[in-house]
T-cell receptor
Framework: DTEVTQTPKHLVMGMTNKKSLKCEQH?????MYWYKQKAKKPPELMFV???????INESVPSRFSPECPNSSLLNLHLHALQPEDSALYLC??????????????FGAGTRLSVL | GESVGLHLPTLSVQEGDNSIINCAYS??????FIWYKQESGKGPQFIID?????DKRQGQRVTVLLNKTVKHLSLQIAATQPGDSAVYFC??????????????FGGGTRVLVKP
């Protein structure tokens, strides 16, 4: 099973709203990732969690706040977003260790629209 | 700067023909590459990977070729089917100490399969 589950699939929010994106995996992976993907572009890395600790923040604005409550869950809290933040947000997970095993498996994403 | 890029943004192929998707990379120290397939409304799906100590790897109907001399890799799809219609990304996969991996994606190639 290589399934990464993301909820919700679609989200529309206003610029003053607070919302959260959720990601779950049960593959025993100890690294989890958030990506942002704009239309017709490749995914761009936002955050990496390793063993439930934030290990990489790719200079993401503070209106995006990640959280890793346990080894299976990853959240992305959204607050005061801008219309240009509208995108597909992808979650991925992988093992930590030898490069050959560290394939990232992606969820289907949350399509976010900021009005 | 470092980059992983593609030669062709769109590839139109007749059903049953073979497809070849090309990708160039600039970092000669790149060690590990992955091809992902992304269908409309879905996240990237792992297809096949290859390490720099190999020049060819085969999967089911897919073959990846790596030419380190010219820093080029390609994905060949045999007997292309309608279900192969998608955007294909090559990506360099780099291990980040004990913190998972960082994927650097190429720009993507859209494959359209004509019946």
């Amino acid at each position: 099973d290589t399934e990464v589950t993301q909820t919700p699939k679609h989200l529309v929010m206003g610029m003053t709203n607070k919302k959260s994106l959720k990601c779950e995996q049960h593959m025993g992976h100890r690294a989890m990732y958030w990506y942002k993907q704009k239309a017709k572009k490749p995914p761009e890395l936002m955050f990496v969690y390793s063993y439930e600790k934030l290990s990489i923040n790719e200079s993401v604005p503070s209106r995006f706040s990640p959280e890793c409550p346990n080894s299976s869950l990853l959240n992305l809290h959204l607050h005061a977003l801008q219309p240009e933040d509208s995108a597909l947000y992808l979650c991925a997970s992988s093992q930590v260790g030898l490069v050959a095993k560290n394939i990232q498996y992606f969820g289907a994403g949350t399509r976010l629209s900021v009005l | 700067g470092e980059s992983v890029g593609l030669h062709l943004p769109t590839l139109s192929v007749q059903e049953g023909d073979n497809s070849i998707i090309n990708c160039a990379y600039s970092n000669s120290a790149s060690d590990y590459f992955i091809w992902y397939k992304q269908e409309s409304g879905k996240g990237p799906q792992f297809i096949i990977d290859i390490r720099s100590n190999m020049d060819k790897r085969q999967g089911q109907r897919v073959t990846v070729l790596l030419n380190k001399t010219v820093k080029h890799l390609s994905l060949q799809i045999a007997a292309t089917q309608p279900g192969d219609s998608a955007v294909y990304f090559c990506a360099e996969n780099r291990k980040i100490k004990a913190a998972g991996n960082k994927l650097t994606f190429g720009g993507g190639t859209r494959v359209l399969v004509k019946p």
